[in-house]
């Protein structure tokens, strides 16, 4: 079983920037990264075709991953350097 210093869930903006921070300050932790949903470069918002937000569901096609957890860590971050 692979033991990690840190785990951050959800690969929205939160997420992602803590980890980029976190690499950006010298950080030696081992982190995983952890997202339920598609990668970033597989995520297509349909409003580019229709003009408008269609109201995706369940969640965002885009920015799936935003909030939740992930910005409470967000804002943690210097904590944990």
Request: net charge positive; aromatic share 4%; charged share 20%.
């Amino acid at each position: 079983m692979e033991k990690y210093d840190l785990i951050i869930v959800g690969a929205g903006p939160a997420g992602i920037f803590t980890a980029v921070e976190l690499l950006r300050h010298g950080s030696k932790k081992k982190m995983l990264l952890v997202e339920k949903g598609k990668p970033v470069e597989k995520r297509h918002c349909p409003k580019a075709e229709v003009g408008h937000c269609v109201n995706c569901r369940p969640t965002c096609a885009i920015t799936t991953g935003f909030s939740g957890a992930s910005a409470l860590l967000g804002w943690q971050a210097e904590s944990l350097l």
